[in-house]
């Protein structure tokens, strides 16, 4: 769709964004923040990892977006034997003897990566390079990724058995780390009636694909203020231990702090927050509104912090 200007461009995605929403909501009762911040990524053009125990909707909650936004929906389900041919795909020999690529489920617009750390490095390792360079090689040859493509990871935090954690550098490709919680009382009470019931709302399609590549672009032509761009960046450099910048906190309990690709979500985020809630720039409220999201899973604490009972959402407070 063709806006006269950016100004209307961003009314529209304000305006996209409540529709989503209450579209979504048909679905998935609660859950407002999750909701938020996974429209956020996707309009971001980033990833996100889903934190939450079994029984929390998060295969629901992603199949809803994706059919509120007219998009291709795979699931995969990661298990200890997975292979990176079997998300990626592999060359088959046809009828004609001629090898021909056999698309593997990785490509669709939305890909839910269910329990990703239930599967060894080599298929985590094929699916995170997928993410940041949006094609797949296979025998040698590079196939592109339909677009736009967002990859929702769930990961559960309770068993940690058979299990291969993500490292660091790798939970870096996600723009944002969301983290489930339980239903309230209210809430529970309505997921219960609605799902013991006959009773189906049918989703709409909001947004097509190319709608959300244009609300893409209009995130990054955003304009931002420079104090707001260089709060964003002292935050993530305050994370940082024993560097000028740390506070006295991160130098007694964090042993890794956050590198640049967190100030470039930082800034993406910040933008698209203000843009859903009909402001034409950021400010430095909407870099706070997300920077648990972008720093949680980036900042690594240290023993100490175990034994002090201090864990990474205060750690995020103190900073801010």
Not at 273 to 278: D, E, S, T, V
């Amino acid at each position: 769709m063709q806006y006269n200007s950016d100004v209307q461009a961003i009314d529209a995605m304000a305006q996209s964004y409540k529709d989503l929403k209450t579209e979504i909501a048909k679905q998935i009762v609660g859950q407002n923040d999750v909701v938020k911040a996974s429209i956020i990524s996707l309009f971001s053009n980033g990833h996100s990892l889903l934190v939450g125990v079994p029984g929390l909707a998060k295969t629901l909650l992603i199949n809803t977006i994706a059919q509120a936004l007219d998009l291709n929906f795979k699931r995969i389900q990661f298990t200890p034997d997975l292979m990176p041919s079997d998300i990626t795909g592999s060359e088959i020999l046809d009828e004609d003897r001629k090898f021909k690529f056999n698309h593997g489920p990785l490509f669709a617009n939305i890909v839910l990566a269910d329990e990703i750390n239930r599967t060894p490095p080599k298929t985590q390792s094929a699916l995170l390079e997928a993410m940041q360079e949006r094609k797949v090689t296979v025998s040698g040859v590079n196939h592109t990724l339909p677009s736009p493509f967002f990859v929702l990871a769930t990961q559960n935090p309770i068993e940690q058995e058979g299990t291969y954690p993500l490292p660091e550098a790798q939970l870096d490709r996600f723009m944002f780390n969301i983290p489930l919680n339980y239903p309230n009382y209210q809430e529970e009470l309505q997921v219960v009636k609605q799902t013991t019931s006959d009773h189906y709302n049918p989703i709409k399609a909001i947004l097509n694909a190319s709608q959300i590549l244009e609300f893409q672009k209009l995130v990054r032509k955003i304009p931002i203020a420079d104090n707001v761009l260089e709060y964003a960046v002292k935050l993530t450099a305050r994370t940082r231990p024993n560097t000028e910048t740390a506070t006295k906190e991160v130098n007694q309990y964090v042993s890794w702090g956050a590198g640049p690709r967190a100030s470039q979500n930082l800034v993406l985020g910040a933008k698209c927050h203000a843009a859903i809630n009909g402001k034409y720039s950021p400010d430095i409220e909407d870099v706070q509104a997300i920077a648990a999201l972008v720093l949680r899973h980036r900042l690594v604490l240290n023993y100490k912090a175990e034994a002090d009972g201090l864990g990474i959402d205060k750690m995020i407070n103190t900073l801010l």
